[in-house]
């Protein structure tokens, strides 16, 4: 089996050898012919008109070749050449629109940028104010510092301040204001939200219809005695007119309170007390949990009145305070 194997070898290399040197033989012969084409002479002669004098010389036939594919390289770049100068020519142009129509909307971009600057530089006092009203301090500078701006990117930023447009900067002036700006709103409606919850649960509307005849405060007495304090509000009306709970609460009592007639007392938070004197009648019982806006009485002339009317009293801590400034929705 060895013996058939290196015999099959053997012979299929002795015909490589001589395959290669049939091959090899036919490429000298070639070459040879070719170089001798190739080194032969050709003669090119002048002759001018008179004859009198005839130029010539001798020329090989791979100098021709060579000078043909020098003359066929030189059309083919010069052919490249043309049509791409006319490809960048016209790319060129199509760059030119493209550049004035980016400058156009650059132009508008910066008018743009330049109106929201200005908006902001108008509004920041108005956030300074609303700040300070819902703070209740008068450090209205410290909304504008922040922390939340990526400062290794502004630092990026401002190794580049003379090559990119001023416009880029400004909008990073305008995040960090929106975003003290948010910061800002947001503790406004945290103290609105708070303030609300106050105002909902304090007495903060008018008890009844009507009209007001006598404020908070010292007045001339309207049964002829001289000048006496005057602990609330009346509000005079038709008798039977509801009268409402200013306040969610609790009705601590009700009963004869002298001068003041039927009185109604409600309890509210934060230490705040109501008062509702000369009642018809009440409408609840004591005890019972009111919500603002519920009836709780019925306006009348009981006690010491000289006509139908609502004697309404706040008070704080079991002090009489003005009611006036109380009787809105929007206080």
Not at 82 to 110: G, P, W
Not at 182 to 208: A, L, Y
Not at 224 to 236: E, K, W
Request: overall charge positive.
């Amino acid at each position: 089996m060895k013996y058939r194997i290196r015999q099959y070898q053997s012979s299929v290399r002795k015909r490589f050898f001589e395959n290669f040197y049939v091959f090899k033989k036919k490429f000298s012969k070639f070459r040879d012919r070719f170089m001798e084409k190739g080194h032969e002479k050709m003669t090119v002669m002048f002759i001018p008109h008179n004859e009198k004098k005839i130029f010539n010389f001798q020329i090989s036939k791979f100098t021709i070749l060579f000078f043909i594919l020098l003359f066929m390289i030189v059309v083919a770049t010069s052919s490249y050449a043309v049509i791409s100068h006319n490809a960048v020519k016209k790319e060129e142009q199509r760059l030119l629109m493209s550049y004035e129509d980016i400058r156009s909307h650059l132009l508008r971009f910066e008018k743009a940028t330049n109106n929201m600057t200005e908006l902001v530089d108008e509004i920041k006092p108005e956030i300074e104010e609303v700040y300070e009203l819902s703070a209740g301090s008068n450090d209205a500078d410290q909304i504008w510092i922040t922390d939340e701006i990526d400062q290794d990117e502004l630092n990026e930023l401002r190794k580049y301040r003379n090559v990119l447009p001023d416009e880029i900067y400004k909008i990073k002036d305008l995040q960090k204001d929106m975003i003290c700006t948010t910061r800002t709103i947001k503790t406004v409606k945290n103290f609105i939200d708070v303030r609300s919850k106050v105002v909902q649960e304090t007495p903060s509307i008018v008890p009844n219809e009507g009209h007001i005849t006598s404020l908070f405060g010292w007045r001339r007495s309207p049964f002829g005695h001289g000048r006496d304090f005057h602990s609330g509000i009346d509000i005079a009306a038709s008798s039977g007119t509801p009268i409402r709970a200013t306040a969610p609460g609790s009705i601590a009592s009700i009963g004869w309170g002298g001068g003041y007639g039927i009185m109604i007392r409600i309890k509210h938070k934060y230490g705040f007390e109501t008062i509702y004197g000369h009642c018809r009648s009440a409408a609840v019982n004591a005890g019972t949990d009111v919500k603002k806006g519920d009836i709780v009485g019925y306006v009348g002339m009981t006690g010491n009145a000289t006509g139908n009317h609502c004697h309404y009293e706040i008070r704080l801590g079991n002090i009489p305070i003005n009611p006036y400034p109380y009787m809105s929705r929007i206080w």
